[in-house]
Structure formats: structure tokens, C-alpha cells
């Protein structure tokens, strides 16, 4: 096989795990049984060792179309050509994990009209393709036993060994249907009448799920779309939600950087908190509220939080290179683990303070247990603003006085007083002023450069990074402040003219003039482009051009959707979608973005 563009995959899972189905029909991304489990299906990252289960027509020049069915995740990939139709339906239930044999991957094979003859080849690779696994054929039945794993493939269809793999050629008339089940070994049959009533059952959870949405404005597919991709990326026992299903895809084809994306942030939770409340979906935002209130009682050697953390909570997330793997494209090294885990990144207290004050606000008042490990994060804010650290992109030449970092510091000491205040709760109100007041001061006397009339990326640079655009949103400065307009203009200005923008995309800094450790380049940021959208949305207070700017941008960048409205990390120069995929961070802010633009053009005020 050929590897296929990052964006002509769709996405199916079951709130443990999640897999990336391709147009042709082919799975080259699974880790079973949980996010962060090792793959067994790895194409994506290695054609010819990673692994895949590919279903599909086998006649020639077959036109493809992929669509979830309304209001879901099960995905539909048709298959028109001059022999016929057919459709292989893709899902994985939810909510069936008592079940025999269960969690399951379901393929639905149905032809529509004409004789379709199809194949099917299954070869999984166990643990990330570096295990070696045996392979047991009873009819329609074969069992793969990995070290530590055992997976079935299970169905209505004769099946034949194919090396590591088994191999089948069948052919389908008008309304006939075969289905499949790749699953934990169980003695019991599978056949396209569970396919139907596990299909239909997941139909169901699906669209009841989504109808607690309450967004009813501009845009309302694209954000349910989103919404619904959040979900997927949620692990039900926890609550917590992966910035990606994936690991490894390149910022840059043939680069090096190249991530394990299936952790939790912290730095994710006021974005995810913000957007999935401003929605309606008040217990997804108490869940994930439940698991940061956990990690606020752990602690992290001298700091009271790490960066990230596994889906369970676990610290340890030691990165390691994955040698024997090509890379999508040739993109090495494949990384597994993050040693982000292991940085001090000083803007997280902001994020988490703000994500604790808008739940604390919207959602749930929040136990004084809760604010007595705040008190202490606190503290150790204000002990430590001053230092450098390795900021919000997590670079790798050493640690800068990083704008955003002092900014978010900030934040988090002026969520703290907010919500004391609010609350009656006991704090040391007077410390934590001076250092607010004192934070704020040196931002602004250090963070601005009046060569490039704009704040800029850490004190003594000349550098532009577009983090500067989330300073209204977190009330640093007001939208219609005459410095945060300049660093607007800057920030917008096209790419080789120094500014970041081109056109509707933003990159997040130039690595040429900031270098970060790593070689290669990178796309525009998508999450930074939805940035931008929101602070032209409000700066449009003052001034109705930027509120135009902010729906042209917007509606321009929807464009770089998908064909599923999904979107990876970065947008390439052809306009294809990088990095890992799909981006949580991403969808939370084109929902934030959604809400605001909707809400100012239709005469109201951002919230």
C-alpha cells in the first residue's frame, strides 16, 4: 500500500479507545484496548510493518465517498463503481464492554446495487509491530495471540492465513450484508444480525448524546461535528480527554517532529471546560473536572503539577524513539511517551485556575478540600513566576523568560482572588495582589516591543508568537486596548512579511528566527487561527472591520476541514492537514470561536 493523505481518515472508537478508518476502506490506526495501549494496526506510521485491516471492493477504479451517518460517529464508506454500490460501516459500540468478546470493532458490509466482489485482509502488528504473534483459522473465525493480547476476527466468511495475516475474496448480491467483529476470543459466533443491533444500538447512544447540545447558532453542524469528536476522544472510566487518538504524525512529511499526542494535557482543561459547557454538555465538563481535581492532590517532586499525565492519571510517560518504524512518509523517529511530562512549564497554573474558576462559575461550587490543594498551587505561583521555564510549545533549546508563561501566571493568581472573593474563601489576599499587580507590570514592561509594535514571543526578543492572541480572552487587556490591536496587525500581517498569517491560517512562531531545538518547520497552527477569529471577534467592538475579518477567517478556515469536518494539529502548505490527528485542542477552539462570532453578529456580546 501507498500511504494516504493524514486527512482522508475518518475517525470511530468507544470512549476507551479510538481507530482511524481510511477511504479505501483500510484500519491503520488502532491501539487496543485503551488510547494508550500499544497499536495493533499501525499502517499509518509504517506501510509496510505497522499492520492493517483493510475491507473493500476489488474492483478497479471504484469512485469513494466517507460521511458519518447524522449526528454520530459510526462511519459509512461507500463504494460506487460500474459493478455496483456498497457501503462498509464502521463503529465501535459503547457501553458493551460486559459483553462476551467485548470491545469490539463492527464492520458492516452491505451492497446496495449490482454484484460486488470484495477482499478482506487482516494482519495485525502487536505492540507498535514489534512483537510476533501466532495465528489459529477455524472457518470463519481466526485468533491472533500476541504477547499480553489475544484479538478474534470474527464473521460470516470463510477465512484463509495469509502469512501473519488472513486474507478472504467474496462477493455480495443486491441486499445482502456480512459482517465483522474484531474482538476479545469468545466462543460465540458474530453475524450481520448483532452487526445490525449493535449498529443500531450506537445509532442511538450517538444521537441521544448530541441532542443535549444546546448551541442552536451559526455553524451548528460544524460545531456538533466537533463535539462529537471530543467525545471520541474522551476515556470514559476517567473522564479525561487526549489531545489525539494518534502518535507520531509529522508536523512536517519527512521531519522529526513527531509526538505521542494520547495524554492529557493540562494546559487542555480550561479550553475543554470552556468549551464543552458553553455547549451543554455540563457532565462531560464534571468529569473531566472530577480527574483534575485528583491530579490536584498528587504531587510532582517540587512543582505541584506536571505538564501531562496518562489517561489514568500516571505520571510516568518516559519518551522513547521506535526504531524499526519507517514514519508516515518517512518521517522519523516515531516517538512513544512524552518527555514533556518532565518540563516546567509555568503557563499551566493559569489554565488550570481558569479552568476551577469557570466550572466553580458554571458548573459546580467547588469543595474547600479542593481549594486548600489550590491555596498551595497558588503559593508556588507566586514563588516562582519569575522563572524560566520551557512555555507552551514545549520547546527543546532551553528555557526563556516566555511572555505567555508570565501572562498565564498572571491568570492564575488573579482565578485565585476571583474566586475567594466569590466564595468567602480563607486566602492570603494581600501576597497574592502585590504578585498580580507585580506579574502584570513586568509583562507589559517586558513582554512589549515597541520595534514590532506588539508583544512578543520572551523578554529581549523581537519575535512574534501568536499565544499574544489569547490575552483578551483570559482578561489581560481589554479586546479594543490600542496594544492589543497593534499585536493583532502584527500578528496578521502575512508570513513573509513578518508577520504570522497567511491569509486565514496562522503559524504559532517562525522557528527560523526563534529557533526550538528541533529541525524541520511545521504548518500553521489550526488552534491558533481559531485564536485569531476570537480575538478579531471582539476587538470588532471597536471597530466593525475586525468582526467582518473574524467571520471571513472563519469560514475560511472551515474550508480546511476534512471531508468529515475534522481537523488534524497543523495545515500544511498545500493545505493538508499535519501532525496528529484529529487535534482535540483544535475542535475545543473552533467551538470557542463558533460561540463568540455567532453570538457578536447576531448583536450580543462575546462571553
Known amino acids: ?305 506536571q505538564v501531562v499525565y496518562g489517561i489514568d492519571g500516571r505520571h510516568d510517560l518516559a519518551e522513547e524513539t521506535l526504531g ?56 508556588y505561583v507566586c514563588e516562582n513566576w519569575r522563572r524560566e521555564d520551557e512555555g507552551i510549545w514545549e520547546a527543546r533549546s532551553g528555557r526563556r523568560q516566555y511572555v505567555y508563561s508570565k501572562l498565564m501566571c498572571w491568570v492564575a493568581v488573579d482565578r485565585a482572588i476571583r474566586l475567594a472573593d466569590k466564595r468567602s474563601f480563607p486566602a492570603d489576599r494581600a501576597r497574592w495582589g502585590k504578585a498580580r499587580d507585580e506579574i502584570y507590570l513586568d509583562v507589559m514592561q517586558n513582554g512589549w516591543s515597541d520595534t514590532k509594535q506588539s508583544f512578543v514571543q520572551s523578554y529581549g526578543s523581537e519575535v512574534l508568537d501568536a499565544s499574544a492572541l489569547i490575552m483578551p480572552m483570559v482578561f489581560f487587556l481589554s479586546p479594543t486596548d490600542p496594544r492589543l490591536l497593534k499585536t493583532l496587525d502584527a500578528i496578521r500581517r502575512p508570513f513573509e512579511e513578518g508577520g504570522l498569517a497567511s491569509d486565514s491560517l496562522v503559524y504559532r512562531y517562525d522557528p527560523a528566527q526563534s529557533p526550538d531545538g528541533l529541525e524541520g518547520g511545521e504548518g500553521a497552527f489550526n488552534m491558533c487561527s481559531f485564536w485569531m477569529v476570537e480575538a478579531l471577534t471582539r476587538a470588532g467592538r471597536a471597530d466593525p472591520a475586525y468582526l467582518r475579518d473574524a467571520r471571513l477567517k472563519f469560514e475560511h478556515m472551515l474550508g480546511y476541514a476534512s471531508h468529515l469536518g475534522l481537523y488534524g494539529e497543523e495545515t500544511g502548505s498545500r493545505g493538508e492537514a499535519l501532525g496528529n490527528f484529529p487535534q482535540g485542542f483544535t475542535h475545543l477552539a473552533l467551538i470557542s470561536a463558533a460561540f463568540n462570532l455567532d453570538r457578536s453578529l447576531g448583536g450580543g456580546r462575546p462571553a
Open 324 to 379: 524499526h518504524l519507517d514514519g508516515y512518509r518517512g518521517s522519523r523517529p516515531v516517538r512513544i511517551g512524552n518527555a514533556a511530562s518532565g518540563q516546567l512549564q509555568l503557563d499551566l497554573y493559569g489554565e488550570l485556575l481558569d479552568a476551577v474558576y469557570l466550572y466553580n462559575k458554571h458548573g459546580n461550587p467547588i469543595s474547600y478540600d479542593l481549594w486548600v490543594q489550590l491555596e498551595r498551587i497558588v503559593d
Open 1 to 305: 500500500m501507498s500511504y494516504r493523505p493524514i486527512e482522508d481518515y475518518g475517525l470511530i472508537g468507544d470512549l476507551h479507545t479510538a481507530a482511524l478508518v481510511g477511504q479505501d476502506g483500510s484500519i491503520d490506526w488502532l491501539c487496543y484496548p485503551r488510547f494508550d495501549s500499544p497499536s495493533v494496526f499501525a499502517a499509518i506510521l509504517d506501510d509496510r510493518k505497522g499492520g492493517s485491516f483493510r475491507v473493500a471492493p476489488s474492483c478497479p477504479h471504484a469512485t469513494r465517498r466517507q460521511l458519518y451517518w447524522p449526528d454520530t460517529n459510526v462511519l459509512i464508506t461507500r463504494f460506487l463503481s460500474e459493478n455496483g454500490v456498497a457501503e462498509v460501516t464502521d463503529f465501535m459500540p459503547v457501553g458493551v464492554r460486559g459483553r462476551p468478546g467485548a470491545p469490539f470493532l463492527v464492520r458492516k458490509v452491505h451492497v446496495i446495487r449490482g454484484e460486488v466482489p470484495f477482499h478482506l485482509h487482516c494482519r495485525p502488528a502487536f505492540d507498535y509491530a514489534r512483537a510476533e504473534h501466532t495465528l489459529r483459522i477455524d472457518g470463519a473465525t481466526a485468533t491472533f495471540d500476541g504477547p499480553g493480547l489475544a484479538l478474534q476476527l470474527a464473521g460470516g466468511v470463510d477465512l484463509e492465513g495469509d502469512g501473519r495475516g488472513v486474507a478472504a475474496e467474496f462477493t455480495l448480491k443486491p441486499g445482502e450484508t456480512v459482517a465483522f467483529a474484531l474482538r476479545e476470543p469468545c466462543d460465540r459466533p458474530f453475524a450481520s444480525e448483532e452487526a445490525q443491533e449493535l449498529m443500531e444500538a450506537a445509532i442511538a447512544y450517538w444521537q441521544r448524546w448530541l441532542s443535549h447540545c444546546t448551541y442552536m447558532g451559526r455553524w451548528r453542524e460544524v460545531v456538533q461535528r466537533s463535539a462529537l469528536t471530543l467525545k471520541l476522544l474522551t476515556y470514559e472510566p476517567t473522564g479525561a480527554i487526549v489531545a489525539a487518538p494518534t502518535c507520531g504524525l509529522p508536523e512536517q512529511p519527512g521531519g522529526g517532529r513527531n509526538w505521542d499526542y494520547r495524554f492529557t494535557w493540562i494546559r487542555d482543561a480550561a479550553f475543554t471546560l470552556y468549551g464543552l459547557m458553553r455547549i451543554g454538555f455540563t457532565e462531560e465538563a464534571g468529569r473531566f473536572m472530577s480527574w483534575i481535581e485528583a491530579r490536584c492532590h498528587e504531587t510532582c517532586g517540587d512543582a505541584p503539577l
